[in-house]
């Protein structure tokens, strides 16, 4: 039977390694372990995983930092551990982007079904569906989001966005014009029972204007912060 997907499950806690590749196991994932950063950083960089699952406090080398080394170069989804009360690690979290967090101590359940919920924002997104059975792209000046590969280019170039950074451009893009709260993007972006910082969709923002600003400045302008209220795509037509 052929595996569902690839899992690389990293806590410096040996239990907490064993119990979650039990019940990803049972999903029919495949699961690699890794006991400390350094080591995770190496497998995430070798491998294409499909998710890593990575503890916040680990010695040496944190999850954060693992998180910020991965994102240089890779857009591979990420859901980060945290224990209770470590609020200001799961900021940090977004802001290097972590994708997801779980706050130990969690139930196995939980894990598995954020798990399922981001593997299926990863290669696809609930915002916009096609009755007509058309190519479901979306299409501006500079601008291009083929939603049927989950593919964003700028100027013809591809840009490697997480799936959390792709989901957010792809909610704001579809209503050209609308202008977003940031507790309504909270609710409709992240979209099970979230209760986050609201700085954390103004640390994604800022992530995927980098991104897009890289490419073309002109493309990173086209998400416009309206303040005191929140965020807004602006389509650009041209001449």
């Not at 591979?76 to 609020?87: F, H, N, Q, R």
Request: aromatic share 8%; proline share 3%.
């Amino acid at each position: 039977m052929e595996k569902e997907a690839q899992v690389l499950v990293v806590d410096d806690e040996e239990r907490i390694r064993r119990l979650l590749r039990m019940y990803l196991e049972r999903e029919n994932y495949e699961v690699t372990e890794a006991e400390n950063g350094e080591s995770a950083l190496a497998k995430a960089m070798e491998e294409d995983f499909d998710v890593i699952l990575l503890d916040v406090m680990m010695p040496d080398m944190d999850g954060i930092e693992v998180c910020k080394e991965l994102r240089t170069v890779k857009a591979t989804p990420v859901i980060m551990l945290t224990a209770k009360g470590e609020e200001a690690n799961r900021v940090q979290g977004f802001e290097v982007g972590t994708d997801d967090y779980i706050v130990k101590p969690f139930s196995p359940r939980e894990v598995i079904l954020r798990v399922k919920a981001l593997l299926r924002r990863s290669s696809s997104t609930k915002f916009l569906t096609t009755e007509t059975g058309a190519k479901d792209v979306l299409v501006f000046s500079q601008l291009m989001i083929d939603n049927d590969a989950h593919r964003v280019t700028v100027d013809n170039e591809e840009i490697s966005l997480t799936p959390k950074e792709y989901e957010l451009l792809h909610y704001l893009a579809q209503a050209p014009d609308k202008v977003f709260s940031r507790e309504q993007l909270l609710k409709d972006v992240w979209n099970y029972d979230f209760f986050g910082d609201l700085r954390t969709v103004d640390t994604h923002i800022k992530r995927l204007r980098e991104k897009l600003n890289h490419v073309s400045e002109d493309a990173g302008n086209m998400i416009s912060t309206v303040w005191g209220v929140g965020y807004k795509f602006e389509a650009v037509n041209e001449e």
